[in-house]
């Protein structure tokens, strides 16, 4: 049951709305579970809005003791993704505790560059007592056709962090799905925005692959 969670400290970054596009593709084949340790609920939020059950779970758990719950909370599922809150605290700290990846949104700014130092400060602190621990930074709300991606990346590789090499990049069609409840992977299951997700999904699991007891599924674009 690989965990994943999303954090930057940086609020408006978008990684609600990637944790719920990751855990929906993951859905396509496996059991995933989102937790919503975000105090504002924007997962429980976008959950309400369905007229129908989304293909995986939604719970809210914005405890700082999710480490210590997170193999009952998970139990029975393939892939668990925590919708971490936006600032570091002990929340933030106990979502890092119980994962094998950190994910950290960051938009083409330098103002999302600066603001990841922290984050990073923190997931440092669990080299020694998780060694295994993955950490990757993901290029979000790029706009089409500029260079701003590449100089992003450039910026971040002073942190020591990989950067995933798939990209989000800044389109309406997250937003019209969020507004009803839905995905992007659904509302144009053969779009440009249901393809990037399908790729950030399809690196993430061969990152991950192997990781307890194996159980990665790698949705096929």
């Known amino acids: 049951m690989p ?40 997962a429980l939020d976008w959950a309400a809005q369905r007229d129908q059950s989304a293909r995986f779970s939604v719970v809210g758990f914005p405890k700082p003791v999710l480490h210590r719950e997170i193999a009952a909370l998970g139990k029975g599922y393939d892939w668990v993704i925590i919708d971490g809150p936006p600032r570091v605290n002990e929340l933030a700290r106990s979502a890092i505790a119980a994962s094998d990846l950190v994910l950290i949104p960051v938009q083409p700014s330098p103002f999302d560059v600066w603001a990841a130092k ?12 998780k060694p295994n621990l993955e950490t990757r930074f993901l290029v979000n709300r790029l706009f089409p056709n500029t260079m701003l991606g590449a100089e992003v990346k450039e910026a971040l590789t002073s942190f020591d962090i990989p950067v995933l090499d798939s990209a989000i990049r800044n389109r309406t069609e997250y937003a019209k799905a969020a507004r009803v409840g839905m995905t992007a992977l659904e509302t144009e299951p053969n779009g440009q925005a249901a393809r990037e997700v399908r790729a950030v999904v399809e690196e993430i699991a061969a990152l991950l692959n192997g990781t307890k007891e194996g159980n990665i599924h790698v949705v096929a674009s």
């Open 3 to 42: 965990v994943i969670a999303l954090l930057n400290q940086k609020g408006g970054v978008g990684k609600t709305t990637l944790s719920i596009h990751i855990a929906a593709e993951l859905a396509a084949t496996a059991r995933v579970l989102l937790i919503d340790a975000d105090p504002q609920g924007s």
């Open 118 to 129: 922290d984050i990073i400060d923190i997931v440092k602190e669990f080299s020694i007592p």
